[in-house]
């Protein structure tokens, strides 16, 4: 077997690990008490996101009735996530 | 003023109406959504909004856009406010233009109803009990961690 240094080893990520911004608006920005923050995730879906976000924030509840963008498009909870994408969380919307 | 806009200043109704106008149409419709005193049960002093302007921008175009498509009108418009509003201010107003009055109404009420469901913006309501609220989203956190004011 042949082994390397610790500092020479490829800088691959791990397997299935996925780097993605996430941005928080309104209820959803107060529960967290942030605007948005970096997660390096398994995540393949903004449900799937969502669901670590819970865990990772007390406050934060359900998402019923609630949209996700990535990328400043509107998408759906099943879209799939890529590396680098920048997911967008809305609260159940109230214009008008 | 451009189709859709997002905008923080009070809403001027006379230019508004002048973007609608058109020799070929003989039918104008406008929607005006008022800040109101009272939601469900409690005493609203004053509200606010949060746009997300980047993506409300674009999908209120294209709202828009499929109003026009849909019910063939010649010119449809929208602004709506962000920010804190008083009572009776104007949120949003909606405008279409068309030939005939049936298409003007129909196109009309699509872009309200559409914009509500869809547009990035949301709504809190600031109470006569001092509390404030975003509307809709009581579900979305934990009871008691909604009552600072971000």
């Known amino acids: ?96 | 003023m451009k189709r859709f806009e997002i905008t923080a200043q009070a809403i001027d109704l006379e230019a508004f109406r002048a973007l609608l106008i058109s020799q070929s149409c003989g039918a104008c419709v406008q929607f005006e959504g008022w800040v109101r005193d009272h939601n469900e049960g409690q005493k609203v002093l004053r509200l606010e909004y949060e746009v997300y302007a980047p993506l409300a921008v674009k999908e209120g175009n294209r709202i828009l856009d499929q109003a026009m498509e849909r019910f063939g009108v010649e010119n449809a418009c929208a602004v709506h406010r962000s920010g804190l509003m008083e009572l009776s201010e104007v949120a949003v107003l909606v405008g279409v233009s068309s030939p005939h009055r049936g298409a003007a109404f129909d196109a009309c009420r699509y872009i309200i109803d559409q914009a509500k469901l869809r547009l990035p913006i949301w709504k809190k309501e600031h109470y006569e009990s001092g509390e404030a609220e975003w509307v809709n989203c009581r579900h979305c956190y934990a009871a008691g961690d909604h009552h600072h004011i971000g």
Request: glycine content about 6%.
């Open chain 1, 1 to 96: 077997m042949k082994c390397i240094a610790w500092e020479d080893r490829p800088s691959v990520k791990v397997p299935g690990m996925i780097k993605i911004s996430v941005r928080y608006f309104a209820a959803f920005r107060e529960a967290t008490g942030i605007e948005s923050e970096t997660l390096e995730t398994p995540a393949q879906t903004p449900a799937e996101l969502f669901s670590e976000c819970i865990t990772l924030h007390g406050s934060l509840r359900s998402r019923t009735a609630s949209l996700v963008a990535i990328n400043d498009e509107m998408a759906d909870w099943e879209t799939p996530l890529n590396d680098g994408d920048e997911v967008l969380f809305f609260p159940p919307v109230a214009g008008g």
